[in-house]
């Protein structure tokens, strides 16, 4: 019985390390600088932008065609916040966006 007791011991106190060392691993990679990537007024746009794809009056482009992809209007609205001058990021290169 004490064996067994030792046994289930040994279990948890590695258990408790694996999960110690798991939640260790995930913070290390990432820094926490306290700044915002974007700001307030790049948050309005894509929440609007977002609103209008849902009821169907977005529209991209010179074609005008309807935007039905949730991310092309995300894309319009943080292009349409670049242009007024809101805090977004840059843009990301072409040739680094797409994983094959």
Same mark, same amino acid.
């Given at each position: 019985?004490?064996?067994?007791?030792?046994?289930?011991?040994?279990?948890?106190?590695?258990?408790?390390?694996?999960?110690?060392?798991?939640?260790?691993?995930?913070?290390?990679?990432?820094?926490?600088?306290?700044?915002?990537?974007?700001?307030? @007024?790049?948050?309005?746009?894509?929440?609007?932008?977002?609103?209008?794809?849902?009821?169907?009056?977005?529209?991209?482009?010179?074609?005008?065609?309807?935007?039905?992809?949730?991310?092309?209007?995300?894309?319009?609205?943080?292009?349409?916040?670049?242009?007024?001058?809101?805090?977004?990021? @840059?843009?990301?290169?072409?040739?680094?966006?797409?994983?094959?």
């Amino acid at each position: 019985m004490q064996i067994l007791a030792g046994v289930l011991n040994l279990l948890q106190i590695a258990t408790e390390e694996i999960i110690v060392a798991a939640t260790r691993k995930k913070t290390i990679g990432r820094k926490k600088t306290g700044k915002k990537k974007y700001g307030s @007024a790049a948050s309005k746009k894509v929440k609007k932008v977002m609103h209008e794809r849902k009821h169907g009056t977005l529209r991209s482009g010179r074609s005008k065609k309807k935007v039905k992809s949730r991310k092309q209007a995300i894309a319009i609205a943080l292009s349409e916040a670049r242009k007024a001058g809101a805090k977004v990021p @840059a843009r990301r290169s072409k040739s680094g966006s797409r994983k094959k």
